[in-house]
């Protein structure tokens, strides 16, 4: 019986893990989604090729999504397109192989489910001691079947549930044990086990095999929900703004934990294509392209310019929404480390530019997953950017947790490397106690100098970071105070000889 207990959970372990992959159509979605992701990430050319050449397809969500041959100097976002003439994405094809491969492993599990459910009623109806009824004794002899129901018999006489008459027991329900042994009779009220019944624990233990091999735990609705909002929304390229509810996550993160992030290993193998798709440079492919093993080169693209403006820990993308049509000639990147808010901004900003697709607006801005306190080399070379903004930032309140601050002596030279001189970090936040951290630090560092009070407020960008943040305008609702403090990159001094 264990043995065919374990065999049944294996079953519904299958089970599941094929119902996954068939209903509900959203969770597949998005493991297709992170799939797709990791493939062209990691610019694993012939498994996306392979998936491309089975279905006649170009890209996940459209031709030009994420497509092989990838983008780069020599290739455009189109090129699959141009190249093969293929006009219709991959996703419903891949998705559909998928769906009929997890049908024809749950189809092989529910039938060998019932398989061992068919030899465990034969089991059960032939063997005497799991009986239910009296026609269970048909494969024993006759005078075998007499002796077992005369035993039945008088072990069903002498169990019951019956308490003693009340003549024959004390008020307070208790008898004495000479009292007992004097008349004879059995102590009295103890209760003796009652007679076997007739459905036995054959049905029992068959209605729990049953109960398991079906017990299957969908994912939470709430979850459930959330993720096919986000891929239906993805998928279909809408143009309504994404519903920040389907995008709930904590309101931080560790910085220092394993977040399982993607980061190039320079700033020169950083490919932008993806996020700034319109400063691309449109180049078709050609046969410099080609090693000599025929491949396709997998050089990232660049864009036309160079980012210039990060916004540190962007949160809902607040910030860059509002700072894009007033900096239209510079490229501004939001860096979150929380996978579900990027993928709310990620999906914002997608949105809004397929609204001003006419006018082609928002297409200077983008998010990426990052950990800046780690990796911020990683994305930018020396003096690269000209703004760095850092908005509402942890407090991390506790003395341990002050390394975990994003403004420290240590992040504050990584600040000045990126940073061009004349370039400015804005601050703002509603601790007082952490805006004198933060004042300090920068005040103590030899390469910032702080802006003048007359300078700040001129500064277009320190109004809207004042207005326009998802934080500032809590801020605002709870009638808080904001602190705010914008830093100068200072020139790098002279290097002087040594005599």
Not at 14 to 22: E, F, G, Y
Not at 106 to 125: D, E, P
Not at 148 to 174: F, K, Q
Not at 187 to 197: F, G, I, T, V, W
Request: hydrophobic share 35%; net charge neutral.
């Amino acid at each position: 019986m264990a043995v065919f207990m374990l065999l049944v959970i294996y079953e519904t372990a299958i089970s599941t893990l094929a119902l996954t992959h068939m209903l509900p159509p959203g969770d597949l979605s998005c493991q297709l989604e992170r799939r797709w992701a990791w493939l062209f990430s990691n610019k694993r050319a012939d498994e996306i090729r392979r998936i491309q050449d089975r279905h006649q397809c170009c890209g996940l969500y459209s031709v030009q999504d994420r497509a092989w041959p990838f983008p780069d100097r020599s290739h455009t976002a189109a090129a699959c397109h141009e190249a093969f003439g293929r006009e219709q994405s991959c996703f419903g094809g891949w998705r559909q192989d998928e769906q009929t491969a997890a049908g024809l492993m749950l189809l092989v599990a529910v039938i060998t489910f019932l398989i061992k459910l068919m030899m465990l009623v034969i089991y059960l109806n032939r063997n005497p001691f799991h009986a239910y009824n009296g026609s269970a004794f048909s494969s024993i002899a006759p005078d075998e079947e007499e002796r077992v129901r005369n035993i039945r018999g008088r072990i069903g006489d002498a169990y019951h549930d019956d308490p003693l008459p009340e003549t024959d027991a004390r008020i307070d329900g208790s008898r004495s044990q000479e009292e007992s042994i004097d008349q004879g009779a059995p102590l009295s009220p103890a209760m003796q086990p009652s007679r076997p019944q007739r459905e036995g624990n054959a049905w029992g233990q068959l209605a729990a095999a049953v109960a398991v091999s079906f017990a299957m735990d969908p994912p939470p609705p709430k979850r459930q929900k959330r993720e096919q909002y986000r891929s239906e929304h993805r998928g279909n390229a809408a143009k309504q703004l994404p519903k920040k509810k389907f995008y709930r996550q904590r309101a931080h993160a560790n910085p220092f934990s394993d977040h399982q992030l993607q980061y190039p290993p320079s700033p020169d193998d950083m490919d932008w294509s993806p996020y700034y798709p319109a400063y691309v440079e449109q180049a078709l492919p050609t046969k410099d392209a080609v090693d000599p093993k025929g491949a396709l080169s997998s050089r990232p693209s660049m864009p036309r310019k160079p980012v210039e403006v990060a916004d540190i820990g962007c949160g809902f993308g607040g910030l860059l929404v509002a700072l894009a049509p007033h900096l239209p000639d510079s490229l501004l990147l939001g860096m979150e480390i929380r996978v579900q808010v990027t993928e709310y901004v990620q999906d914002r900003i997608l949105a809004l530019r397929n609204q001003h697709a006419s006018e082609g607006l928002y297409q200077n801005i983008a998010c990426i997953r990052a950990n800046s306190m780690k990796f911020l080399p990683n994305f930018f070379r020396k003096a690269q950017l000209s703004k760095i903004f850092l908005c509402f930032p942890d407090p991390h309140f506790k003395a341990r947790k002050h390394k975990a601050r994003i403004v420290s002596s240590t992040l504050n030279s990584e600040y000045a490397y990126v940073l061009r001189p004349g370039g400015i970090v804005y601050t703002i936040t509603d601790v007082e106690e952490l805006h004198t951290w933060m004042v300090e630090r920068f005040q103590q560092h030899p390469s910032f100098e702080r802006l003048s009070g007359d300078e700040q407020a001129g500064d277009t960008c320190v109004q809207i970071m004042k207005t326009e943040t998802e934080e500032g305008k809590k801020v605002e609702r709870n009638g808080g105070t904001k602190y705010v403090a914008c830093f100068r990159r200072l020139p790098d001094p002279p290097l002087t000889s040594e005599a």
